[in-house]
């Protein structure tokens, strides 16, 4: 039934990975089943045949799904189906599309969709490696143009050596998180997060992944061999297109490239729009058409080999000057923390907020349920680069930066044991000319120091450009946004003075050398610390406290078995205990019981109530009670949150007591001393050995009670008996 179908094992670092087409979604130009372990991931591609009208652009899309049935699970939530893609979804679906963007031919504007659906998780190995291989493979088997194939790998780094697609299991002690793609020649994609890492360490991870996934290259290869479609017919350039670009050349290098000698950006935006439209005037009708497209590469062409040529930028630095910076904290007064940070023309306002236990995010996926302490939301408003815009949710963009900033934090937070915060931070970027997620790394990180956050250390990130051609290249230092659009590379990295603790990096040609990665990343290093030395102008470290506004947490310990006393009966006991006192406590398995409140006075409430409820009667001690009911033999007083004990009536006052009610009532307030325990282990109470006024101790002034005035039984169900023989009391009543 399935005369088309192949499948190609590969060796894989110690494992199988699979290779299956033609069995599957068999009307998809490229489908493949990947497959490690029990890992299964459905990849397909689909190409238009044709092109829309005016689609002056490359519309390519990604998407990586997963299934909830993968994993044996049924969707949360009340509609039990599988919605909009989570945070992780997100991710994966930008870690494939970064890869084999650029191995698409230059000019080809048919619309191609990529789907990766994850259909089996063996929580062992991370699907997102097997996506990525997977949809290569789709790509180089469907016949549409693609200069691939792509290979991909997880790079950890356990006890002092690198490990290749480390199982989830592994990654728990791994120091670095590192996933790298490319080609057979060069590296074009790396995603990462370390704990502060050296630069010959992480080149030496991408080396090692570069390496690591060259069977996966050599398999697809083969694959192809015997299962690819025929490729697909690209347009040959005409002449006409050759001639209008000769002319355009001629007619617009000298107005662009004087328009560029502009250094601020909004002027320069104005004066490169006039001289295009001046150079579109000397041109016919349709040749004006055609030349709208062919403008951008005369642009490009003209800024990079300017800068080869003079090794001037832009805006009249060297290759190597970071902009000026300027870093302000404690800029919002009611803010738990919060920094103005400035670099050029790129300007990132983050707000630190601290919260406890009950803020934490719950991430739930398909590896399982975890609780998230740590959130970082980039926001980037339209405005920010001088436009309008549809304000929504946040798009890939948004939580793609937003992540990248997370991981370079993420290993600098203390241990949650010891600074047991739930932290936020949310980065609006208010002016935009640069790399912003590189400034929000640099803004979030001095305002959870200014909001008393302890990090190891501060952190700053940079973003570093290239431009390559025949005669050279050059690498960028902090980029701006035009050397950005019209570069070969955006390569980002983020650390201390110590490390690095980020690197993303993007190609936009075929790849890249060694040789010129080395270059960027020590020359990222010296611009590191360079913004790290004007970051300390503003704040050098973690203020010593948590801000005055923001909740106090104080960690106590209870026994294990007396949690379900502070909890109570449908956790009664516990919302009495945060309604009267206006704290939030989280109670932990373990017996750790978090008390957050602004208000020390209201922290010290819970903390009593709480010892009340787990502390243990002690005899001879005295605790301040509550009447909680009286009988005709005594009275019950509650003491030491929900302990209950008996005042027998012999121990309310020295003198006799005729009735319970002659002394004490029902919510009264008493001064009880412990002086034992009955057989059936009820604390046995006194009131009338303790001043009431002051709640000393007066036992020796009054003296010991006789024996017989409690009753043989400690006076819990009635008064002293007669123990006489009935004879003798007849004889007393005659």
Known sequence: MFDNYFRKDIAWGGKTLTLETGKVARQADGAVMARLGDTIVLCTVVGARSVKPGQDFFPLTVNYQEKAFAAGKIPGGFFKREGRPSEAETLISRLIDRPIRPLFPEGFRNEVQVIATVLSHDMENSPDIVALVGCSAAL??????????????????????????????????????????????????????????????????????????????????????????????????????????????????????EAYKETQKLVRQGKVGEAKKAILAQLTPEEAEKAKGLLKELEADVVRNAILDTGMRIDGRDTKTVRPILAEVGVLPRAHGSALFTRGETQAFCVATLGTGQDEQIIDQLAGEYRENFMLHYNFPPYSVNETGRMGSPGRREVGHGKLAWRALHPLLPEKSTFPYTLRVVSEITESNGSSSMATVCGTSLSLMDAGVPLKRPCAGIAMGLIKEEKGFAVLSDILGDEDHLGDMDFKVAGTEQGITALQMDIKITSITPE?????????????????????????????????????????????????????????????????????????????????????????????????????????VIYNGTVVKTADFGAFVNFLGAKDGLVHISELANERVAKTTDVVKQGDKVKVKVLGFDDRGKVKLSMRVVDQATGADISEQVGARRPREQGENGGEGEERRDRRPRRDRGHAAD
């Open 140 to 257: 180089t088997l469907s016949g549409i143009p693609f200069f691939g194939p792509v290979g991909a790998a997880r790079v950890g780094l356990i006890e002092g050596a690198y490990v290749l697609n480390p199982t989830l299991e592994q990654m728990k002690s791994s120091k670095l998180d590192l996933v790298v793609a490319g080609t057979a020649e060069g590296v074009l994609m790396v995603e990462s997060e370390a704990h502060e890492l050296s630069e010959d360490d992480m080149l030496g991870a991408v080396t090692f992944g570069h390496q690591g996934f060259q069977p996966v290259i050599e398999g697809i290869i083969e694959l192809a061999e015997r299962a690819a479609k025929e490729p697909w017919d690209l347009p040959e350039p005409s002449s006409e297109e050759a001639a209008l670009k000769a002319k355009l050349a001629e007619l617009g290098s000298a107005p662009i490239a």
């Open 516 to 620: 010129i990665m080395k270059i960027a990343l020590e020359q990222a290093k010296g611009g590191r610390l360079h913004i790290l030395g004007e970051m300390a102008k503003g704040l050098t470290g973690a203020r010593s406290d948590v801000a005055a506004n923001a909740p106090k947490i104080t960690v106590i310990n209870v026994p294990k078995d007396k949690i379900r006393e502070v909890i109570g009966t449908g956790g009664k006991v516990i919302r009495d205990i945060v309604e009267t006192t206006g704290t939030k406590i989280d109670i932990e398995d373990d017996g750790t019981i978090k008390i957050a409140s602004t208000s020390p006075e209201a922290t010290q409430a819970a903390i009593d109530r709480i010892r009340g409820i787990t502390a243990e009667p002690e005899i001879g």
